[in-house]
């Protein structure tokens, strides 16, 4: 068992390293998709503080089963996440994706980049506390999942550990962790972790060293890597893996549904 002290050392090296581990993700050419499904659900607004945020809601047809809060990749709030948001809610769960670059949606990588650098911190930690809360009141007491893809993997566990009480679950695709273990402590509910092996950022030995400090926090999770290179799972670009997004997502699905439908 890692000491508190250790603990927090890991950590500020984590922290150290953050200006290095972004620098490498955006020198990584993540995929835009620009011939994603047209989305079919709508937007709505999130009161955050005395200002507002954009999200798109995807609404389930049939019984509710669950609800996510969906948090974007580098590019923004495109048609790709808001696609994402429809598959989850053929699923059956209210799907919430929220806007952390207050409408900006990025088209190329040196952009997308530019984006994620200049991303205001406390306001997306409000964004996703509203976003949360906001399906809090509109999940019919069902239980609330949050998933990520790059960016938004590591936001979504940043979410999960700053709204510990909000969230059942945390789906983590490729974001970075964070291995405080006294922070992974306050997590309620399972972590799924979906994994690139060649990843040049979010690399095996920073899976691993998660691996470790989820299971020294007693926290439940399970991991999945594949032999895929980071942002596999958004279909064109150069590091599109069909395979390995294929069976990421039914592993996503089979996690949904044995975490979150009651």
Known sequence: MLTLLAALLIGQAHVHDAGADS??????PHPFDPDAP???????????????????????????????LVIHEWWGL??????????????GYLALAIDLYK?????????????MQAKDEKWGDQV?????????KNAQ????????????????????????DSVDATIIHYG?????????????GPVLGIWANKDRSITPEKVAQFDQA?????????????????????????????AAAKDAWDKTLKFLAANLRK
């Open 214 to 242: 989820l299971t020294e926090a007693g926290v439940k999770h399970e991991f999945h890597a594949y032999d895929a290179d980071h942002a596999f799972a958004n279909p064109s670009g150069g590091r599109y893996n069909g």
């Open 103 to 115: 409408g900006k949606v990025a088209t190329d990588p040196k952009q997308a980049a530019q984006l």
């Open 78 to 91: 495109n048609d790709w996440v808001k696609d994402k948001a429809d598959q989850l809610a053929a699923q």
């Open 128 to 136: 996703e506390a509203a976003g949360l809360e906001w399906l809090r």
């Open 176 to 188: 970075m962790p964070i291995l405080v273990e006294a922070r992974l402590k306050v997590l309620h």
């Open 38 to 68: 047209k989305p079919k659900g709508s937007m709505t607004e999130l009161k955050v503080g005395d200002q507002t945020s954009k999200a798109y809601v995807a609404r389930p047809k049939g019984k509710l089963q669950g609800a996510l």
């Open 141 to 164: 007491g069902a239980n609330v999942a949050v998933i990520g893809w790059c960016m938004g993997g590591g936001e979504a566990l940043k979410a999960s550990l700053n709204e510990p």
């Open 23 to 28: 620098a490498a993700m955006a020198a990584q």
